[in-house]
């Protein structure tokens, strides 16, 4: 049933394909500075006004509330503020509301100077299972009119919340903390096969999580990625559908863990998501610009890592998959003249990903420049011959495809990887 909706909505997605702009991706990555910068912690505790019993509160891990003002009895205007600048558009937010009484107020959400409103607001009542805002609550101000990217954001928006003594959760995105990452990969290493370690800790002390899935001693590996930048959770869950079909008890999952071991960070950069930072880890840096440089020790524990493996297997990185997200679903690949240890492994899958999605057309954007090595898909490639990519979902591509996605993307690359592997 599932499937068959999945394929409806994909046939009418193409249908429409005709007319709908795709998304361009983004301009070449410039090598910047990556030595640490402060950052501005926000203060954390629960707001709260004379003459009122509303009570919003950013006291929890993942949060980014920076400023509330009453404007009169039942509207409120959030400021939303980054952990420093420049950064890009990606103004994520998160916070709990409550009142002694039943209420429905409205809520101005404003971000500070040049930032605009991005992710569409999900409402939650215990902070793990979340539902989209209703359209008829929500009203957006000075939109753009541009097809993606920040032209087409509003400046801001109005949500009109019911309120009462249960707490009320209100997020830019679904919030994966580093928590709840950590209990997935618990959950997940419940296998026998599958071992959770850590490789090391971030700038604020907090674990890097890794996931061996199949045989630590195997030659023959993969690397895995995500969320080296915060707010992008539909990133993330799909990572985390692609790791679950590879750890499965599928006949193929268990053929490839014969021949391949997986390598699994869940999360890249546990300060930067449970302190709710736009972009950036403890150290006010985008991790995604250190795979040269390596001053952050959430990069340098992934390289040596990856060293270490090199040297005690005497093996290959055959694979490296990096999970983002955009303004929408989008590959950013390593040119295919360029060759590395299994050569156009990723043009291949991806092919046969477009064959096993009824209408789905892969948006792929090649890439030559490759050093200074700056991103980590450049490092995989350029350091180990992994064939790399840059697997990229859109803030709001339906959760249930990509589920769907992730898990037939796992399903492609394992046969793909197993027929180049005699
Ligand atoms: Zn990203």
Do not use: C
């Not at 709990?96 to 009484?101: G, P, Y």
């Not at 011959?385 to 249930?400: C, H, K, Q, S, W």
Request: charged share 25%; hydrophobic share 35%; glycine share 6%.
């Amino acid at each position: 049933m599932k499937h068959t909706l999945l394929t409806i909505t994909l046939f009418i997605a193409s249908f429409l394909q005709g007319q709908t702009p795709k998304f361009q991706g983004q301009p070449p990555v410039e090598r910047v500075a990556t030595e640490s910068k402060p950052t501005q912690m926000q203060w954390k505790g629960d707001f709260t006004f004379t003459d009122s019993d509303v009570i919003f509160s950013n006291n929890f891990e993942g949060a980014r509330l920076n400023g509330v003002l009453k404007n009169n009895d039942n509207t409120f205007t959030a400021l939303i503020t980054s952990e420093n600048t420049p950064v890009n558009m990606s103004p994520w937010y998160s916070f709990k509301i409550w009142s002694a009484q039943e209420q429905s107020i409205e809520l101005i959400l404003t971000y500070q100077e040049t930032a605009k409103h991005r992710y569409y607001p999900k409402l939650s009542k215990d902070g793990v299972n979340w539902s989209s805002l209703d359209s008829i609550n929500y009203t957006e101000y000075e939109k753009g009119d541009a097809d993606f990217g920040p032209g087409s954001l509003p400046v801001k928006i109005k949500m009109t919340l019911d309120i009462g003594p249960e707490v009320l959760w209100v997020s830019g995105q679904e919030l994966e903390t580093s928590t709840r990452v950590s209990s997935w990969a618990d959950t997940l290493s419940a296998n026998t096969f599958v071992q959770k370690t850590n490789i090391g800790k971030s700038e604020q002390g907090r674990d890097l999580n890794m996931l061996t899935i199949g045989d630590p001693a195997s030659k023959n590996m993969l690397i895995v990625i995500s969320r080296q930048h915060p707010p992008e959770v539909t990133g993330y869950l799909a990572m985390k559908a692609f790791v679950e079909n590879l750890s499965s008890d599928t006949k193929l999952a268990r053929k490839f863990r014969k021949k391949f071991t997986v390598y699994v960070v869940p999360l890249m950069n546990p300060d930067g998501v449970d302190n709710g930072h736009w972009r950036h880890n403890a150290g006010g840096i985008d991790l995604n610009r250190d795979w040269a440089n390596f001053n952050q020790p959430e990069t340098r524990a992934v390289k040596s890592f990856m060293e270490s493996k090199i040297k005690d297997t005497k093996g290959k990185f055959y694979f490296g998959i990096d999970f983002h997200s955009t303004w929408d679903d989008i590959y950013y690949t390593v040119d295919p003249k360029l060759k590395g240890n299994m050569p156009n492994l990723v043009y291949d899958w991806l092919d046969e990903l477009k064959k096993q999605i009824v209408g789905y057309d892969p948006n792929i954007k090649p890439n030559d420049q490759i050093e200074p090595t700056t991103v980590s898909r450049n490092y995989f490639f350029a350091t180990y011959g992994a064939e790399a990519l840059v697997f990229e979902i859109g803030d709001n591509t339906p959760r249930d495809f990509i589920k769907e996605k992730g898990k037939i993307s796992a399903n492609v690359l394992m046969k793909q990887m197993l027929k180049r592997f005699k």
